[in-house]
């Protein structure tokens, strides 16, 4: 997915326009320092192109972004046949917001695409929260993506964590513990919490030396947690066959250079794989509902 130039929206005008949204869940995610390898706003992406979300909106860019680290994109307006034609337009790096019913349920979701900003952070954490308050949000999922030290082989791993204690129990996730640098994922976290939001951050660990975007492998693993924490089928599109490709291309790659190969065997003796998570029968019961959710699709 392309973001359009969606023209800038100040938080009145956004405010008003999520006001009708039924009982909506918010799914966000930052690019940049929040996202190894594009993987949680790739996420974002595949459910807006998969649910056919409709823009609502966006912030002032001039507000929040340098654009000398940021830079803006020239792009080619598409003709009448849809092909890119010779007029341009420039695309802004901002944040922005999109909904659509939530398949199979009676309420909406609310999409955030964002570029994590340069500055004036409690600005931009209080526009976010004035927007998700407006909506009547009951749940704001949270995604990013980290460099971790595993191997492309391995099933990628995923943590989810609240808050709340007694939602984490509820949603058999584990309280954050976490201290440290943070990014605009963490800062909202916090101020949308203390707003009285519940709030659920997944976290998808994504190969340090294969760290170059997209990683269709990481994304996959976003859209399986997310599916199992709203109980919802997701359309996986060609995710499955753009991550199964993703991994042969690497296979290639460390074949041809005998110290890769031999880091990412040290890195598979670490993990047994009668020992990782995705053998245990809680996550073999977690693939079986989502095969069930999917009709009997591929699970």
């Known amino acids: ?9 100040t938080t009145a005008e956004l405010a008003e326009r999520v006001r009708g949204l039924r009982s909506p869940v918010v799914v966000m995610a930052f690019a940049g320092w929040n996202d190894a390898g594009d993987a949680a706003t790739d996420t974002v992406a595949h459910l807006h192109d998969a649910w056919g979300a409709q823009w609502l909106g966006g912030l002032d860019p001039d507000d929040y972004y340098d654009f000398q680290v ?21 695309v802004w790096p901002t944040t922005r917001f999109a909904a659509c019913p939530l398949p199979g349920t009676d309420r909406d979701v609310l999409l955030i695409h964002g570029v994590e900003p340069n500055m004036r952070w409690r600005g931009f954490s209080a526009e976010i929260v004035s927007v998700v308050q407006a909506s009547g ?3 704001v999922v949270s995604l990013g ?6 191997a492309h082989t391995r099933p990628i791993q995923v943590s989810g964590s ?23 994922v963490g ?3 916090e101020v949308l919490g203390a707003a009285g939001i519940p709030v659920v951050s997944l976290w998808a660990a994504v190969p340090h030396y294969v760290s170059s975007p997209p990683s269709p492998k990481a994304t996959l693993a976003l859209l399986d947690h997310i599916e199992d924490l709203l109980e919802i089928s997701v359309p996986s599109g060609d995710l499955p066959a753009r991550a199964t490709v993703w991994e042969r291309t690497v296979n290639e790659l460390a074949s041809e250079d005998s110290d890769v190969a031999e880091y990412v065997a040290q890195l598979e003796s670490r993990e047994p794989t009668d020992e990782l998570p995705e053998a245990s029968g809680e996550a073999i019961a977690r693939a079986f509902e989502r095969f069930l959710r999917r009709g009997g699709g591929q699970p």
């Open 162 to 184: 609240a808050a709340d204690r007694a939602q984490a129990e509820r949603m058999g996730l584990t309280v954050s513990r976490y201290e440290g640098p943070t990014g605009i």
């Open 187 to 189: 800062v909202l976290g």
């Open 1 to 9: 997915m392309t973001h359009p130039d969606v023209p800038p929206t």
């Open 145 to 150: 993506a980290l460099l971790a030290d595993i």
């Open 70 to 90: 940021n830079r803006p994109a020239v792009k080619l307006l598409d003709d009448e046949a849809g092909e890119p034609g010779t007029e341009r337009t420039i």
């Open 137 to 139: 949000a009951q749940l």
